[in-house]
């Protein structure tokens, strides 16, 4: 069972707006700590998606964007695309646990 | 380019150790943390550990401490983990990544775990 929870899947049809949660406590989220996002495609390694809550590397698309509030954070796409279909994870420290945790993955289906 | 290229696949006996490299390129090694990361078949990511390639500091997961080993040769800008006592539950893809966000990954090392 991940520190971090997170919906198992999520769906969409191409073009609509689908958000993926991340529930922390006040050990990591609700701490302050930042949340990172990843995109990971099977087979493949994961890829950083957002950092520091709600920053983009450069070469992702302004279509992913990410939030904080409280102890929780959220990935939202927006125009969701074939492409898109892949296994989301968020990442955040754990005071407690001393250590970074992730949260058990959501996998995206484009319907 | 900046990467982090791993070394190749391994098959050990339950009880052995494995060590797994990874190579640093087109940045300052020294520069950026790496951290450790599995992921057995079908599961999520896992934390193992984290390395400051500088100083050579090292955390772990509570889980893996006791049996994982973070070391460097900044010489050659590459980084080692080693896990040991190994059990069938250790098999998974092995990944180094770098920065405390994971900005770039190794291409993945699977370890199997077998007798």
């Known amino acids: 069972q991940s520190v971090l929870t997170q919906p198992p899947s999520v769906s969409g049809a191409p073009g609509q707006r689908v958000t993926i949660s991340c529930t922390g406590s006040s050990s990591n989220i609700g701490a302050g700590y930042d949340v990172h996002w990843y995109q990971q495609f099977p087979g493949t390694a994961p890829k950083l998606l957002i950092y520091?809550?709600?920053n983009r590397p450069s070469g992702v698309p302004d279509r992913f964007s990410g939030s904080k509030s409280g102890t929780s954070a959220s990935l939202a796409i927006t125009g969701l695309q074939a492409v898109d279909e892949a296994d989301y994870y968020c990442?955040?420290?754990?005071?407690?646990?001393?250590?970074?945790?992730f949260g058990g993955g959501t996998k995206l289906t484009v319907l | 380019q900046v990467q982090l290229v791993q070394s190749g696949a391994e098959v050990k006996r339950p009880g052995a150790s494995v060590k797994v490299s990874c190579k640093a390129s087109?940045?300052?090694?020294?520069?950026?943390?790496i951290n450790w990361v599995r992921q057995a078949t079908g599961q999520g990511l896992e934390w193992m550990g984290w390395m400051n390639p500088n100083s050579g500091n090292t955390a772990s997961a509570q889980y893996f401490q006791g049996r994982i080993t973070m070391t460097r040769n900044t010489s050659i800008g590459t980084a080692y983990m080693e896990l040991s006592s190994l059990r069938s539950e250790d098999t998974a893809v092995y990944y180094c990544?770098?920065?405390?966000?994971?900005?770039?990954w190794g291409q993945g090392t699977t370890v199997t775990v077998s007798s």
């Open positions: 990442q955040s420290f754990d005071s407690t646990l001393s250590g970074w945790v």
């Open positions: 087109g940045y300052t090694f020294t520069s950026y943390d």
């Open positions: 990544a770098r920065g405390s966000y994971c900005q770039i």
């Open positions: 520091g809550n709600s």
